[in-house]
């Protein structure tokens, strides 16, 4: 008799993220922009953003956020490196290979996920699958975009909204009981509405801001159930929600019809702004730093972007180790 022989578990095992210095505070686009600070606040919840200098790219930033989570993972041995990103540095070849030549991995798979604000959801599912196939054992999943660069100049609608950032986890195979496995993951898209949110090949940003806000939280709604249903949890048992920043309001109205209450929902966009595939590792890297995420914890990451996109999936939190020192030199800081 052969005994059953279970796929091995992704298991969360390293984390870091970076911001660039710049904060760029809602008084100094209404100098540039028709609109005011009392109109952003209320909006979106936005009071400033971080935004990167003109010779920062998005691998400067992948590699700065990747080197804190492989620090913070205790090893720099990975067999895969998994990035998500709307902004690569070039049309081709894919940025990831160029992040992983940055941390000394030149024989390393490396490729790049797109599915814009959803990206770090399905990096996260891409990276659990090569763990569950046994084609990696380690796998570093970077979010990284230079959001700030899509909008136009004089589009007030996008312009206060986008941001710049990284974040990155490091997913390790092991068992489905530790804390730190993730769960299910749910994803989905719906092509025909693309047109809520895009850029068009030399363009720039266009975006239509009350449809997308609605289909946010039905989707962000419908999935997060989905994945605790998935995860074997109710509503009621989740510690902490992990939400796409995209507004303050799209966060607080999934609270609202979820029933989470504003302490277990886990909000930066108010000095981050919206980092695209950045919001999730670098809102978990802010949770952790500050105690508002705790060993054990029932933790769900759900997301919502152009696409349109969703995705969500759970994790017991783990017993991470904060990273010492930061690998890099750029003039970035951690979050
Ligand atoms: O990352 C995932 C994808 N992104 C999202 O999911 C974003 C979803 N959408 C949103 O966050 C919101 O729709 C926005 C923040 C973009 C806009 O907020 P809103 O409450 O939906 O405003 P609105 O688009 O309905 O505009 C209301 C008014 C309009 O003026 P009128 O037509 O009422 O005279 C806009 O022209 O506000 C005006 N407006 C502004 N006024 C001052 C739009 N942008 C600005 C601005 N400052 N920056």
Redesign the pocket.
Known sequence: MTSARTAPAAVLCGLGAVLPPRAVANEA?CAE????DQ??RT??GIRERRIADPSVSTADLAAAAAATALESSGSRDVHAVVLATTTPDHLMPATAPAVAARLGLTDTAAFDVAA??TGFVYALATAAGLIHAGTARRVLVVGADRMSRLPAADD??????FADGAGAVVLRSGDTNEPGALGPVVLGSDGTRRDL?VVPHGGHMH?Q??D??R??VDRMCSVTRQAVQLAGWRLEDVDRIVP?Q??A??TAAVGRHLAIGADRLVQHIETVG?T?AA?IPLALAQASADGTLLHRHRVCLTA???GLTWGATSVIWPDLKPAAHPHHDTAMERP
Do not use: E, K, Q, Y
């Open positions: 686009l922009l028709d609109t005011t109109w952003i909006r979106t814009v604000c007030r609608t996008t312009r206060p909204l949110l975006m801001g009350p997308l806000f289909h946010a796409h995209a507004n309001r799209i919206n695209g919001s919502f972007g152009a």
